[in-house]
């Protein structure tokens, strides 16, 4: 819904209170909340969607205000930055500082600064999307005591498509960690406008009218009010491995229209709230059609893969061979139309991720190193090779665990598209990036509910919910070398690390950054071996700079975990993991460490436990309370296997401590140690076994993540002997 940033004007000058509720008047804190680092005195979030005259089309505008007592040191650090989204032809901003003793001050935003990154959640917008720029500002000189008071509003013109159309939805909860003493939620509808809304989990329901108060979004009298007023909100503790939306009182609502023409700007009817979820015949519907999308990128694709199969003698393959092939040989084509083609076609891919190469030299690196394809792209091609090939395929419309059960999805937005083989749920296929090999795992996905639909003339559809992996499938485990310096001052390490499952998603962009997996994709998948005389190389003139760049990542990640790095000496691939003959991402490191051996007296302390990574610390309070059920990514297992040589000289003491058995029915910690001849050998496996568990499940969590931050500050003795 919100468009690109087309002007911003920002004002300085103090919130204006006159026309507002008198809650934002409010500076004291009821008795119960005294203690709490800070209370949201008031907010109120407010769009209102008002047609134009005489012209196909509206004007969104948006109300924000909120109002906050800091009341402790904690408070002050998380409020001394100020993030806010702008959109549309006009914003203003205005933020001020309430004084204890009532003086106002004003704070200058034009050195704000935009950011992509995640954000608070006071600071988060309540529609529907995963790609907000945000801009920030560092808010100086805060003390116990202070109110902020801040709003931002912004207006933004949107052209109408003839017949039905919506807009982006609205997806929030009511809760924060905060408490909040007021809080108002506002939709103004103007004719042939209407609303689908539903609250869940507690939430109250919208209710037609603004209870007699002053509208701000806009002061259009014949405007269609729905709102929530809600009050002495308790906070939620920032709590991980929650899903907000499953667990909190939430509020889904969108904005639909009935577009095409003038007596709909001047007659059509007011907003007309509905609750209905979108049933499964709309659905059907919906993802049955996805078959005959047509678009010449994807034909082209489509017709250099069916070529392929022919040329190649794979068109007879069982179906299960085939859809791999196919799979993989699409890849092949959308990786070669986006690296080798003459410009970075924006209708070719659905998202861009990570390890973007603009800190690399222009040229090739324009291209980003790891980009989705075009889920509606992706689905024609390969229904249309299916179609060809005789495949029976159907799509499956998928609901992200985060968002809920299914029976709690209302809007199409929430659904993902995936494909598969008719009734096999092992062959689950979403649009791939670079790297998916076939029928890749999400955690988003990772035993989520789902609905199959027919496609090539299946009919029907049916509930086919995802499997969750095992802790067996996603794994990862690193075989460490460790040797002394001669000095007894660096720790030489070399690291060979393998990844499987869904713990591979995260890294293995990273481990190919050189796209040298490119030049195998061309190579082996050729339209038509005997005839191709082309060139099925990549070339890349700035491979180099990539390959320092990728280093200098790799480094980076060694510090995240609390090293210090002397010296990063080499990367170097060992299995690519891009491919069902080779799931297995495999790598391996040699660097150094310094502050790793510390010398005390005539002997040495070695932080061994500090090589199995950073490891969850829970706070004192965590320990003991858990509001929420347990809702993690998935179940998995982080091995690793720790082998020093002894340095000539000396003995080991101190490593007895280092083994370790917490083994319960939620998940493990187990590490063993000992000497063998002169090295030290140790190992160490955690396990999470399921991706969700319910609260009162909490204690075995607490005990082998503690067992595993114990380790964690282990230290042995390197004794002279």
């Known amino acids: 819904m919100l468009a690109a940033l087309v002007c911003i004007t920002i004002s300085i000058r103090v919130v204006a209170q006159s026309s507002e509720e008198p809650e934002f008047k409010v500076s004291a804190v009821p008795d119960k909340w005294k203690n709490e680092s800070a209370v949201i005195l008031a907010q109120k979030i407010d769009y209102a969607y008002v047609r134009k005259s005489m012209a196909n089309a509206m004007t969104i505008k948006e109300y924000v205000r909120k109002r906050i007592r800091l009341q402790d040191k904690n408070a002050l650090e998380n409020f001394s930055e100020f993030y806010y989204v702008l959109y549309g032809k006009k914003t203003d901003v205005a933020y001020s500082v309430i004084k204890t003793n009532g003086k106002v001050v004003n704070i200058d935003l034009t050195n704000a600064i935009e950011v992509n990154k995640d954000v608070p959640g006071v600071f988060k917008p309540i529609y529907f999307t995963t790609n907000t720029s945000f801009y920030k500002l560092a808010i100086p000189d805060l003390e116990v005591g202070d109110i902020i008071d801040y709003h931002y509003e912004s207006t933004e013109d949107i052209a109408l498509q003839k017949g039905y159309g919506e807009f982006t939805p609205y997806i929030f909860t009511l809760t924060y960690n905060y408490p909040v003493l007021y809080q108002k939620f506002q939709f103004e509808l103007d004719k042939g406008t209407n609303a689908m809304?539903?609250?869940?989990?507690?939430?109250?329901?919208?209710?037609?009218?603004?209870?007699?108060?002053?509208?701000?979004?806009?002061?259009?009298?014949?405007?269609?009010?729905?709102?929530?007023?809600?009050?002495?909100?308790?906070?939620?503790?920032?709590?991980?491995?929650?899903?907000?939306?499953?667990?909190?009182?939430?509020?889904?609502?969108?904005?639909?229209?009935?577009?095409?023409?003038?007596?709909?700007?001047?007659?059509?009817?007011?907003?007309?709230?509905?609750?209905?979820?979108?049933?499964?015949?709309?659905?059907?519907?919906?993802?049955?059609?996805?078959?005959?999308?047509?678009?010449?990128?994807?034909?082209?694709?489509?017709?250099?893969?069916?070529?392929?199969?022919?040329?190649?003698?794979?068109?007879?393959?069982?179906?299960?061979?085939?859809?791999?092939?196919?799979?993989?040989?699409?890849?092949?084509?959308?990786?070669?139309?986006?690296?080798?083609?003459?410009?970075?076609?924006?209708?070719?891919?659905?998202?861009?991720?990570r390890y973007a190469s603009k800190d690399v030299k222009k040229g090739n690196t324009q291209k980003e190193d790891e980009v989705r394809m075009n889920k509606l792209l992706w689905a024609a091609a390969l229904i249309k090779i299916c179609g060809v090939e005789s495949i029976s395929i159907e799509s499956v419309a998928v609901m992200p665990r985060y968002l809920g059960k299914w029976n709690d999805m209302l809007f199409e937005e929430e659904l993902e598209l995936a494909l598969r083989l008719k009734g096999d749920k092992y062959y689950l296929l979403l649009p791939f990036n670079n790297f998916d090999s076939f029928a890749q795992g999400y955690e988003s996905f990772d035993g989520c509910d789902a609905y199959s639909f027919g496609?090539?003339?299946?009919?029907?559809?049916?509930?086919?919910?995802?499997?969750?992996?095992?802790?067996?499938?996603?794994?990862?485990?690193?075989?460490?070398?460790?040797?002394?310096?001669?000095?007894?001052?660096?720790?030489?390490?070399?690291?060979?690390?393998?990844?499987?499952?869904?713990?591979?998603?995260?890294?293995?962009?990273?481990?190919?950054?050189?796209?040298?997996?490119?030049?195998?994709?061309?190579?082996?998948?050729?339209?038509?071996?005997?005839?191709?005389?082309?060139?099925?190389?990549?070339?890349?003139?700035?491979?180099?700079?990539?390959?320092?760049?990728?280093?200098?990542?790799?480094?980076?990640?060694?510090?995240?975990?609390?090293?210090?790095?002397?010296?990063?000496?080499?990367?170097?691939?060992?299995?690519?993991?891009?491919?069902?003959?080779?799931?297995?991402?495999?790598?391996?490191?040699?660097?150094?460490?310094?502050?790793?051996?510390?010398?005390?007296?005539?002997?040495?302390?070695?932080?061994?436990?500090?090589?199995?990574?950073?490891?969850?610390?829970?706070?004192?309070?965590?320990?003991?309370?858990?509001?929420?059920?347990?809702?993690?990514?998935?179940?998995?297992?982080?091995?690793?296997?720790?082998?020093?040589d002894i340095p000539k000289g000396y003995i080991v003491e101190g490593f007895q401590d280092l083994n370790m058995s917490i083994d319960n029915e939620s998940g493990s910690f187990i590490s063993t140690a000992k000497v063998d001849g002169d090295k030290l050998v140790v190992s160490t496996k955690k396990i999470y076994k399921k991706n969700f568990d319910k609260k009162e499940q909490w204690p075995n969590y607490v005990a082998f993540l503690e067992a595993g931050f114990k380790f964690s500050q282990s230290k042995v003795v390197l004794k002279k002997q």
């Open 455 to 644: 496609l090539l003339g299946g009919e029907g559809y049916y509930k086919a919910n995802i499997p969750a992996s095992t802790s067996n499938d996603n794994t990862s485990l690193n075989n460490i070398s460790l040797s002394v310096s001669d000095g007894m001052d660096v720790l030489n390490v070399e690291r060979t690390s393998t990844y499987a499952g869904i713990e591979k998603n995260d890294i293995i962009g990273l481990a190919h950054m050189d796209r040298e997996y490119l030049n195998k994709d061309f190579q082996k998948y050729i339209v038509n071996p005997k005839k191709n005389k082309g060139d099925n190389t990549y070339t890349d003139a700035e491979k180099d700079d990539r390959i320092k760049k990728q280093k200098e990542y790799f480094q980076e990640r060694i510090e995240k975990d609390g090293f210090e790095v002397n010296k990063y000496d080499g990367f170097n691939l060992i299995q690519d993991g891009r491919f069902d003959d080779s799931p297995i991402l495999s790598f391996k490191e040699n660097y150094s460490l310094k502050k790793m051996v510390n010398k005390a007296g005539r002997n040495y302390l070695l932080d061994l436990g500090k090589l199995i990574g950073s490891q969850i610390k829970l706070d004192e309070n965590e320990m003991k309370t858990r509001q929420n059920d347990i809702w993690l990514a998935y179940a998995r297992t982080i091995s690793n296997n720790i082998t020093l």
């Open 197 to 353: 809304f539903k609250s869940y989990n507690g939430a109250p329901k919208l209710r037609e009218g603004d209870d007699g108060y002053d509208t701000k979004a806009s002061d259009k009298k014949s405007l269609v009010s729905y709102s929530i007023i809600d009050k002495n909100r308790e906070k939620v503790s920032d709590e991980r491995w929650n899903y907000p939306y499953r667990n909190s009182p939430t509020v889904k609502l969108k904005i639909t229209y009935n577009g095409g023409g003038l007596s709909n700007t001047l007659f059509g009817k007011k907003g007309e709230a509905s609750a209905d979820a979108v049933d499964l015949e709309r659905l059907k519907a919906m993802f049955a059609s996805i078959q005959y999308y047509q678009n010449p990128i994807s034909d082209a694709m489509a017709k250099d893969v069916i070529e392929y199969l022919k040329n190649t003698g794979k068109e007879n393959l069982p179906p299960k061979q085939m859809v791999r092939e196919v799979y993989y040989a699409l890849r092949k084509s959308f990786l070669e139309v986006y690296y080798k083609g003459a410009s970075d076609n924006a209708s070719l891919y659905g998202s861009k991720k």
